[in-house]
């Protein structure tokens, strides 16, 4: 792994071994350097420190840099080999996302989501299962939206990806997906940290449009982008984000999505505001599947 900057010495903290362990076709980008022309953003990990939310979803859509890490967030190496993990492609990874991002600890939490009408007993099964959770009080409301959000967006947005910004989904209209288009609501802590997220069949999300939607909150306003009227204004998106420490969306085009959010456990709501965020993306196109099937 190389270190890009234009300064004489790279500004943040980063051990020999962990530049050791990835190939130097990875590279570590000082976020106030310019990217040579001869290397890839999608090749790079931009590395900054307490760039604000807005800042950090500007980045991404800006730069094509798919991965930013944040040196005072408490999972900044951790994130730096998640990041290297998936330029890398690294199969193992996709197999057990969980393997990285949480230190080998499986779900403790799944429920496979089929159809609209389970809402309800999904959200209860939810709430119980946080309940269950120590040292997660400051952050159960945030973690039951970022729950509901995550549904609707598994039954009413991933299996109708392809429909043009022109038409709508019905939201009140009974969903149920086929077998083989099942979802996967689930929910991983390690006593630190909480992960939840979704895991979709779809792979119909595109993570610039997403942020787009999530960057007109920031630019409009929430209330603003209410007004607005339409489903799909990104302002679940947003929250969902907002809320976040560490947020993933990993997409392989037609084959699957992976969102993800991680909260720290333990800290006061303020202290959790102060924690700058990590934000990661990929969309694969066209390529071998990296993808388990049986994940």
């Not at 403790?108 to 089929?114: A, C, I, M, N």
């Not at 037609?254 to 202290?271: D, H, I, N, R």
Request: proline content about 6%; glycine content about 6%; hydrophobic content about 40%.
């Amino acid at each position: 792994m190389k270190v890009i900057t234009k300064q004489t010495q790279f500004p943040y903290p980063i051990s020999e071994a962990l530049l050791e362990k990835w190939p130097d076709s990875i590279y570590l980008l000082d976020i106030h350097t310019k990217i040579p022309k001869d290397i890839l953003p999608e090749r790079c990990i931009g590395l900054c420190d307490n760039l604000s939310p807005e800042n950090v979803i500007s980045l991404c859509i800006n730069t094509n840099i798919q991965h930013v890490v944040q040196t005072s967030n408490p999972d900044f190496e951790n994130d730096i080999h998640v990041a290297a993990s998936v330029i890398t492609k690294n199969k193992m990874f996709f197999e057990n996302p969980f393997s990285t991002l949480l230190g080998n600890v499986e779900p403790q939490f799944r429920y496979t989501l089929k159809a609209s009408k389970q809402k309800e007993t999904v959200m209860i099964a939810v709430r119980k299962h946080l309940e269950s959770l120590p040292r997660s009080n400051t952050i159960k409301d945030s973690l039951m939206f970022i729950a509901d959000e995550l549904f609707t967006n598994a039954l009413f947005n991933a299996p109708f990806g392809s429909l043009s910004k022109d038409q709508h989904i019905d939201r009140t209209a009974p969903i149920e997906l086929p077998i083989e288009d099942y979802a996967e609501l689930f929910i991983a802590e390690n006593g630190k940290k909480i992960l939840i997220g979704c895991i979709d069949p779809f792979g119909s999300l595109i993570p610039k449009k997403l942020f787009s939607m999530i960057h007109q909150c920031y630019e409009k306003g929430v209330l603003s982008s209410m007004r607005m009227g339409t489903g799909g204004a990104g302002i679940g998106s947003y929250f969902m984000f907002h809320m976040s420490t560490n947020f993933y969306v990993l997409v392989q085009e037609g084959t699957k999505t992976f969102v993800c959010c991680a909260l720290p456990m333990g800290q006061s709501s303020k202290s959790k505001e102060l924690i700058p965020k990590n934000l990661h993306f990929s969309l694969l196109k066209g390529e071998a599947n990296v993808w388990d099937s049986n994940s």
